[in-house]
Antibody, heavy 120, light 111 residues
Framework: QLQLQESGSGLLKPSQTLSLTCAVSGGSISSGAYSWSWIRQPPGKGLEWIGYIYDSGSTYYNPSLKSRVTISVDRSKNQVSLKLSSVTAADTAVYYC????????????WGQGTLVAVSS | QSALTQPASVSGSPGQSITISCTGTSSDVGNYNYVSWYQQHPGKAPKLMIFDVSNRPSGVSNRFSGSKSGNTASLTISGLQAEDEADYYCCSYTSSSTLYGFGSGTKVTVL
């Protein structure tokens, strides 16, 4: 069973770049069995899908964030990374990584989430 | 603004059944059997409860069931228990460029 754990910058100032990693255990991110998504949740609000990456390195981003988002994988560390540039207070949220099995359309395993706050 | 519409809250007494609706469009719920439901307790990560409209992952209680009619999907919780009190989110694959849209979330209260 996969286990995912997010970590990274918790407090940012406006215009800075958010940088998070998701450590995957219980399976290899290079297995080809999964794609890896990032999903966020502003405090007290609903969920928003940010994008995903396949082990091939191909990515797809939510158009609302596409100009500012980069998702990448580090196979040597079995990690997935998220970078979001030019953050504003609207980017304050709990950020989750989640797995999406190949050929499936649901998020089966989730990390515990990490809170990122943007404040001047 | 959420892609899918859910009621803000639903409540029921222990042992009762409740149903949460999730209304989308012909671009998402109405066109694909790729609706999933997630349970989220306060301060916790979402947990997959139903996938592909009506399938339960291993380990999820059979008190949880899902269905779909037209552009509306539904999650039914039967034999309501105190531990079911949580927020529930639906999600659907969509033909729009967003690819995945989530519902606005429903708070379930066990009276």
């Amino acid at each position: 069973q996969l286990q995912l754990q997010e970590s990274g910058s918790g407090l940012l100032k406006p215009s800075q770049t958010l940088s998070l990693t998701c450590a995957v255990s219980g399976g290899s991110i290079s297995s080809g069995a999964y794609s890896w998504s990032w999903i966020r949740q502003p405090p007290g609000k609903g969920l928003e899908w940010i994008g995903y990456i396949y082990d091939s390195g191909s990515t797809y981003y939510n158009p609302s964030l596409k100009s500012r988002v980069t998702i990448s994988v580090d196979r040597s560390k079995n990690q997935v990374s998220l970078k979001l540039s030019s953050v504003t207070a609207a980017d304050t949220a709990v950020y989750y990584c989640a797995s999406l099995a190949l050929g499936e359309f649901h998020f089966d395993f989730w990390g515990q989430g990490t809170l990122v706050a943007v404040s001047s | 603004q959420s892609a899918l519409t859910q009621p803000a809250s639903v409540s029921g007494s222990p042992g009762q059944s409740i149903t949460i609706s999730c209304t989308g469009t012909s671009s998402d719920v109405g066109n694909y059997n790729y609706v999933s439901w997630y349970q989220q307790h306060p301060g916790k990560a979402p947990k997959l409860m139903i996938f592909d409209v009506s399938n339960r992952p291993s380990g999820v209680s059979n008190r949880f069931s899902g269905s779909k009619s037209g552009n509306t999907a539904s999650l039914t919780i039967s034999g309501l228990q105190a531990e079911d009190e949580a927020d529930y989110y639906c999600c659907s694959y969509t033909s729009s460029s967003t690819l995945y849209g989530f519902g606005s979330g429903t708070k379930v209260t066990v009276l």
